[in-house]
Every structure is written in structure tokens, then in C-alpha cells.
């Protein structure tokens, strides 16, 4: 059972544009929001998190957006680049065990 | 800072064989570390939780005597696949929290791919 529902599964997006990407949870005892950044053959990367008591965090193209009382956060990358082709994930975290999204593969199309 | 490395990054064993994962944390302590696995296209999935000087704890499903963790020191976990078989193939990740309270999050060992032949 997935604690942590992630869509799109997969997304294209033109060079400059902007991706998307929601998830929802359950768990009211989540505290902590990473969003990961996978490549093939890597392990995830840190790309930005959030915690509950904050609405938004911005970190260069990268934004996440929180709402608490729907229990969604998503995350958006900004004038999107080839670069940023990768898959995509969201977790959630309470006592410092992390349940992960499905994932999200991004493609930028130049 | 906050490094964990992975090693191998990739092993081909014949089946039957036992394989070996190490994960050390370069510049800190990891009290816990976290096992996951991978498959093609897929999320991660937990399969264990390690912590110095105890036993692991095993998500359900997850076969304790055919993945055996061990955490001897604060800066090295070992996930041992014994008597592999090709449905053991898989991407094995480890990660560790850089502190209890969550407020620096995780590093993510960069993964070890097996292959069982």
C-alpha cells in the first residue's frame, strides 16, 4: 500500500517550460516533505524539501508548494531544462522512515 | 558533506552465490541506515532498517535470512544477498538519516546494481 500517491507517471515538456508534478498523502503524522531526483544507475538526490508549517519554498527553478488541510504538496521546476530530464520523486517522513511516490519521469524535449 | 559511499556499484554473480553490499558514511555517523530496493521503472521500496549495534528490522515480506544486514559501526552497514537468485536481481540503495530529528534529511548511497546470472 503506497503511503505517498504521485502523479503524473510521466510527463514531456518543451525546453523553458513548466513541470508539474503532485503528490498526496495520508499520514497526518508526516513531517517532512523531500523531493528526489533520480538519473539511471544513480541513487536519488535531494532536490528540495518542506515541512508542514510552511505554505511554499522556492530554491533557484525548483518550488514546492504545500497545503496541509489537503494533505498535497507538488513540486514545480521552472524554465525547464534538457538537464533536468530525469525521474522524479516525492516521500514523506515520519519517524525518519521515508515512503516514496511511484516517481515521475520528466523528458525536456529541446 | 553528509557522504555515503556504495560499493560495488555493480555486481554479476552466478545464482546460488552470496553477494555483499557495503555502505560507509564518510563524514558522519550513521546510527541508522536504511536498505532499499529498486526495480526497472519502479520506486524504492524498504526492505530493512539497520542500527549500530542491534538487530535489523525487516519490512514485511522481506526475507530476513536471505537478506542479512549488519551494522557493526557507526559508519558502516553491510546487506549480504545469500544464495542469489535472478529474482534477486535488483537496484540496492542505501541511505542514512544525517541526524535523528530529520532536519537535515538523507544522503542516498549511489546505488549497487546486481545482476544474478
Known amino acids: 500500500q503506497q503511503q505517498v500517491k504521485q502523479s503524473p507517471q510521466s510527463l514531456i515538456v518543451q525546453k523553458g517550460g513548466i513541470s508539474i508534478i503532485n503528490c498526496a498523502y495520508e499520514?497526518?503524522?508526516?513531517?517532512?516533505f523531500p523531493w528526489y531526483q533520480q538519473f539511471p544507475g544513480k541513487g536519488p538526490a535531494l532536490l528540495i524539501a518542506?515541512?508542514?508549517?510552511?505554505s511554499e519554498k522556492k530554491e533557484g527553478r525548483f518550488t514546492i508548494s504545500f497545503n496541509k488541510s489537503a494533505k498535497q504538496f507538488s513540486l514545480h521546476i521552472m524554465d525547464s531544462q534538457p538537464g533536468d530530464s530525469a525521474t522524479y520523486f516525492c516521500?514523506?517522513?515520519?519517524?525518519?522512515?521515508?515512503?516514496f511516490g511511484a516517481g515521475t519521469t520528466v523528458t525536456v524535449r529541446a | 558533506g553528509a557522504v555515503v559511499s556504495q560499493h560495488p556499484s555493480w555486481v554479476i554473480c552466478k545464482s546460488g552465490t552470496s553477494v555483499k553490499i557495503e555502505c560507509r558514511s564518510l563524514?558522519?555517523?550513521?546510527?541508522?541506515m536504511f536498505w532499499y530496493r529498486q526495480f526497472p521503472k519502479q520506486s524504492l521500496m524498504l526492505m530493512a532498517t539497520?542500527?549500530?549495534?542491534?538487530?535489523?528490522?525487516?519490512e514485511q515480506g522481506v526475507e530476513k535470512d536471505k537478506f542479512l544486514i549488519n551494522h557493526a559501526s557507526l559508519t558502516l552497514s553491510t546487506l549480504t544477498v545469500t544464495s542469489a537468485h535472478p529474482e534477486d536481481s535488483s537496484f540496492y540503495i542505501c541511505?542514512?538519516?544525517?541526524?535523528?530529528?530529520?532536519?537535515?534529511?538523507?544522503?542516498f548511497g549511489s546505488g549497487t546494481r546486481l545482476t544474478v546470472v
Open positions: 563524514d558522519f555517523q550513521a546510527t541508522t
Open positions: 539497520s542500527n549500530e549495534g542491534s538487530k535489523a528490522t525487516y
Open positions: 518542506i515541512r508542514p508549517d510552511v
Open positions: 516521500a514523506a517522513s515520519h519517524d525518519y522512515k521515508l515512503s
Open positions: 499520514n497526518t503524522a508526516f513531517d517532512y
Open positions: 541511505s542514512a538519516p544525517r541526524n535523528r530529528g530529520n532536519s537535515d534529511g538523507y544522503t
